[in-house]
């Protein structure tokens, strides 16, 4: 089509930015979109300061990083003024030239950035209500604070460079109702967010990102309890051979009995046990998303359930990799490149065993205090029509009753039969999916002195009816579950052969 015949086709201002404000930022990840820019721009203290004064309560972020000119925050206030297919620097956190404006359109009615640099102060505003009302196109940018707003920017007067974003008209965060508690609890649940997104920022032992709320300093939240003395495994940092950037590390926390009741509650993370397991991507080491497992998985894709809450992933991408990874305007979904999802799915299928491994047995080891395997009591047999559980013939207590069975032993096997076959399963996997904990195995919770009652009977027989010697009636007591995980009571059994008996 010939250029007479083309139509100059602008979008309307208040449409379109009232269509931007549904992309669906929460106020956290709102603020972690501004808190980009903050790190980009090199600031090394971020401080967010929240203000309720009702409906006309207010949000500003403030930094210290390089500020900008009248011509740069003219730039950064205009929405698409840098395209997404343009390079960026390494350390670079955006990539859209949207996140300042939509992340805040998402939550209020009038931006103001103020900035500063080589101690010149520059200052712009976007008022939808004034957008809103204009009989044009309407993208008007408008020049200084709001009257009676200017005061809110005087932070800026004592710093030689810096930024700050002020929030004004909460209207979709002080909704019908919203109280000063709500207000509250909103900060709370932002703290925990950006502790996660940042964590790796704020613990890095170069130049430390710090971040304030309200003068309150943000601790980092690691998933990954990193040196944790009950952590059972993880693996060393692995790179994709054929893709830069991509480094991943597999990591399986401690089970609940490995932790105290504040290191539990702690390492849980925002979402809780079961919403936290899975990958975490992360891009310049800002966390992009947390918590998922990126649809990956053999057949159908995995879905986050108790016994894999154990199962952590980190992986890093490079910030040139957001188109083959899908990544969108709010940084929270990510989709793998079809060449890195088999070797994705290779560890994280291993991590995901090990993870369930350790749910199932409580974070105890199924090896002898010689590293010998141990003996269960229950066996797996996985068969093409499902799978199913059978008693270990094998094992010692049982293997005992088999040997001296007699006449009964069809009874007996018809009891174990009928055992195997009515395993309350669902009960157990509801019990376990409600009380978000497997049930207590192993003599958990027993006292001693039934655990030594059973010993000694089974310690008994071996040696007075089998003929085992006591030492090596120990060595097999230690080699069978559940008593590998009471050597000292194994060792403390009185030889039935000692004539003090």
Known sequence: MSASLSRHAPPKASAMIESLRGLGYTTATALADIIDNSITANADRVDITFVWKGPESIISVLDNGNGMTESELYKGMRLGEISPLESRKMTDLGRFGLGLKTASFSQC??????????????????????????????????????????????????????????????????????????????????????????????????????????????????????????????????????????????????????????????????????????????????????????????????????????????????????????IDIRKSAARPPVNLRPWLTRYAEDTRTRARRVFAHRGKSLTGIRGQLVVTAWKTEHHSAGVRYRIDHDHPAVRAVLEDAGALLPQIMAMFRVIEETIPVQRIWIDTAENRETPRTNFSGDAPEEVIRILEVMFRNLVLRKGVSPARAREQLLGCEPFHKYPDLVAALPDPLSKDE
């Not at 009995?257 to 310049?284: I, K």
């Open 109 to 326: 009615r009038r931006l103001t950035v103020a900035s500063r640099k080589n101690n010149e102060m520059s200052c712009l505003r976007w008022d939808l209500d004034i957008i809103a009302t204009s009989n044009d196109d309407g993208w008007y940018l408008l020049e200084g604070a709001h009257t009676g707003s200017e005061a809110l920017l005087s932070q800026l007067n004592n710093s030689n460079s810096g930024s700050i974003v002020l929030w004004e008209v909460l209207d979709r965060i002080i909704t019908p109702g919203f109280s000063e508690q709500d207000f509250l609890d909103l900060i709370d649940g932002i703290e925990q967010h950006l502790a996660m997104v940042f964590h790796r920022l704020l613990e890095s032992s170069g130049q430390r990102l710090k971040i304030y709320i309200n003068n309150k300093a943000i601790i980092p939240w690691n998933p990954f309890l990193v040196g944790h003395p009950a952590k059972p495994w993880n693996s060393p940092e692995v790179r994709f051979p054929s893709a830069d950037g991509v480094f991943m590390e597999c990591h399986v926390l401690p089970h609940k009995d490995g932790l105290t009741e504040s290191e539990f509650q702690a390492a849980a993370g925002p979402g809780g046990w079961t919403a936290q397991q899975g990958f975490y991507v992360y891009r310049n080491k800002r966390l992009l998303i947390a918590g998922t497992w990126l649809g990956l998985g053999q057949g159908r894709g995995w879905i986050k359930d108790e016994a894999h809450r154990l199962a952590r992933i980190r992986l890093d991408i490079s910030n040139s990799a957001d188109a083959e990874w899908k």
